[in-house]
């Protein structure tokens, strides 16, 4: 079990994911080290204040959080929750408007998880219905990498989904790795159930995360689409294999 001395200073992990992801799973998996902090979602609030829109369970996500982008980003480059040597930011890269600043990612040790633009177009209509483009988070995931690589001269780690939960450990050691920390072998498992740390929208999405204790083998892509779908993850496809031409484990 990896201990706090063992990280000189604080890590602060931003994962920028978009939806129907593995994004909770990794967050879990994280906040099972002795070391860990973590943050779900942080800027849900300020997204769902500014753009208007009516996500589930609208009025309580924004009552949960501070909506002010600015003071939550300065929160986020700030003293780490608790003292922990590593906080571990969930992050939806749709939450970063087209014109929000991202000079304050580079106080951050930024990581990507991608997923098949099909796969994530199949799951969100089965969960909420045809997506809009923008709430796929593909184009703005890429954007946010290209400003990290262009600021910091390196390329950020970026992972698939499909590496993930078919190597876990490989993909976890590879990612602690890259952002200069000691693998931790109890990131492989943890208890079933709700945690505190979960955003309050928790019961509207993390039924199967809260019933697992691990990572569990991936579902493939499905074979056909409907055309409109089909078309919304072609179009995504650019921007996710410009990111997946860099995952750790390619």
Not at 95 to 112: R, V
Request: aromatic share 8%.
């Amino acid at each position: 079990m990896s201990a706090a001395g063992d990280v000189a200073v604080p890590v602060r992990i931003a994962m920028w994911s978009g939806p129907r992801n593995i994004s909770t799973a990794m967050m879990r998996s994280f906040e099972n080290r002795a070391d860990c902090t973590v943050t779900d979602e942080p800027l849900y609030s300020a997204y769902l204040t500014r753009t208007g829109l009516d996500h589930p369970m609208r009025d309580e996500v924004i009552a949960s959080q501070p909506a002010d982008f600015a003071a939550v980003t300065r929160q986020l480059v700030g003293p780490v929750p608790g003292g922990a040597a590593v906080w571990y930011q969930k992050h939806m890269a749709q939450h970063l408007l087209p014109d929000d600043p991202l000079g304050w990612t580079e106080g951050l040790s930024n990581a990507f998880l991608i997923r098949d633009p099909r796969a994530v177009v199949a799951s969100f209509a089965r969960g909420r219905g045809r997506p809009e483009p923008f709430e796929l988070g593909f184009e703005r995931q890429l954007e946010i990498f290209e400003h990290v690589r262009h600021a910091t001269g390196r390329v950020p780690p970026v992972l698939d989904s499909t590496d993930v939960l078919a190597d876990p450990e490989s993909a976890l050691r590879a990612l602690c790795a890259a952002v200069g920390i000691p693998f931790d072998a109890a990131m492989l498992s943890w208890p079933a159930g709700r945690r505190e740390s979960d955003g309050v929208w928790a019961p509207v999405w993390y039924a199967a995360v809260e019933a697992s204790t691990g990572f569990v083998k991936a579902s493939p892509p499905p074979e056909t689409l409907p055309d409109e779908l089909e078309a919304m993850a072609r179009s995504a496809r650019p921007a996710y294999e410009a990111m997946a031409a860099h995952r750790l484990l390619a």
